[in-house]
């Protein structure tokens, strides 16, 4: 099998309920395309959804970072990609794009996610098939550019 480098989501519609009295996307709705993505992608990594079912593990998310570039509005059909960045035996970092169908950025997203042992739960390392997953996947993604938005914080610089 091929691994998508980066990984592209299903195309994704932007629903009436997401838009607020600005006339816009709400802010809250670009991290459910996001995390649709994610699920999409996950399957890769071997969290899919029956991961927590036939082996009592999952993943949650530690953080999460979006740069709202453009705004999106009633109907806009977009794309989110998913680049795994780094990962360790209990973590993984990746990163997401948002692209509208007329191929312009809308937002990015960065997240740290942890492996779960549910019956804690807790932070736990990940079996070795899903190391192995998470490697070949690590392997087909670092040969991508490191994302410019990768690692960005937020801050106000002192006068």
Not at 59 to 82: D, N, P, Q
Not at 99 to 119: F, K, P, Q, R, Y
Not at 134 to 152: C, I, K, S, T
């Amino acid at each position: 099998m091929t691994i998508p480098a980066p990984f592209t989501s299903s195309v994704m519609e932007v629903e009436p309920q997401w838009i607020d009295f600005n006339g816009h996307m709400n802010m809250a709705y670009y991290n459910v395309l996001f995390d649709r993505c994610a699920d999409e992608a996950y399957s890769l990594m071997g969290f899919g959804p029956d991961y927590i079912k036939t082996r009592q593990h999952t993943t949650f998310t530690a953080e999460f970072h979006i740069c709202y570039v453009r705004e999106l509005h009633l109907g806009a059909k977009v794309r989110s990609t998913f680049q795994l960045i780094g990962h360790d035996e209990k973590r993984f970092h990746t990163y997401q794009e948002l692209w509208h169908e007329d191929g312009w950025l809308a937002a990015t997203g960065e997240a740290l996610g942890l492996h779960i042992d549910m019956s804690g739960p807790r932070v736990a390392p990940m079996p070795d098939d899903i190391r192995a997953k998470l490697a070949a996947l690590q392997a087909a993604h670092d040969v991508l550019p490191r994302p410019e938005r990768v690692g960005r914080s937020i801050a106000l610089k002192r006068r």
